[in-house]
C-alpha cells in the first residue's frame, strides 16, 4: 500500500470500525500504515482503501471522453466513426485531465455500403468505446452525431480546436458547462450538441 491521501482515508476508515476507537494520534500515514496492518494480520482481513471514499461521497466523479483522432495529436477532421484512433480519458471534478489510453478504430469500415449515419457502425463504436463514455469529440458534425444525441446518453461534441492539448485545456477551464451538459442530457435526454470555437464554451 502507498501513503498517499485517499489510503491513508481507507485506512483510517478500516481500524476505526474494527477497533472502535477515534484514533486522533495516528495523524502520519507511516503510522496509520503501520497500525492497521497489525489489525489486518490479526483479523485476517483485507483492507479497501477507497470504502472510506464511496461510503462517505467523497470520491470524485469523472466526465469521461473519446476524442477522434488520427494521430494522438490532433482531432481529425473526418467524421468521428471515420477516424484512424479514440483517445479515452477524463477530467475529474478538481480539473485533472488524465488520458488513459488510446484505441484503433476498429469499426471503421463497417457497413460502407451506408454513405453517412450507418445504425451499425453508430451502434458498434458506441459499444466499443464503453459504457461509461460521457462525451465524443470530433472536428466535425456527421448524421451519426445527431442521432447518438438522440438515442444514447453520450453528448457529442464538435470543436473547432484541433490540437488535443489545447482543446482538453479548454475543456478543463470550462468544466462547468461539462457538467451542466452532462445533467441536462440525464435530465431531457437531447440537449443541443456542443460547438466549441476559438473562444470560450
Excluded: W
Amino acid at each position: 500500500l502507498k501513503s498517499d491521501v485517499n489510503q491513508t482515508q481507507g485506512l483510517k476508515y478500516i481500524f476505526i470500525h474494527m477497533a472502535g476507537q477515534t484514533a486522533t494520534n495516528l495523524t502520519s500515514p507511516v503510522h496509520i500504515f503501520n497500525y492497521a496492518s497489525e489489525l489486518i494480520k490479526e483479523n485476517n482481513c483485507t483492507p479497501k482503501p477507497n470504502t472510506y471514499l464511496k461510503n462517505h461521497g467523497e470520491k470524485m466523479k469523472s466526465c469521461k471522453f473519446a476524442l477522434a483522432s488520427s494521430d494522438g495529436i490532433e482531432l481529425t477532421s473526418k467524421h468521428f466513426g471515420d477516424s484512424e484512433l479514440f483517445v479515452l480519458g477524463e477530467i475529474l471534478d478538481d480539473g485533472t485531465v488524465n488520458i488513459t489510453k488510446q484505441i484503433k478504430n476498429e469499426f471503421r469500415n463497417v457497413d460502407e455500403t451506408t454513405a453517412h449515419g450507418s445504425t451499425e457502425k453508430r451502434q458498434s463504436i458506441i459499444s466499443y468505446l464503453g459504457k461509461d463514455i460521457d462525451f465524443i469529440i470530433a472536428g466535425q458534425m456527421s448524421p451519426n452525431f445527431k442521432k447518438i444525441n438522440m438515442k444514447t446518453k453520450v453528448c457529442p461534441i464538435v470543436s473547432e480546436i484541433t490540437d488535443i492539448q489545447q482543446l482538453l485545456t479548454h475543456l478543463k477551464s470550462n468544466l462547468d458547462v461539462l457538467q451542466q451538459l452532462k445533467k441536462e442530457k440525464e435530465k431531457n435526454g437531447t440537449p443541443d450538441i456542443l460547438r466549441i470555437g476559438n473562444s470560450p464554451v
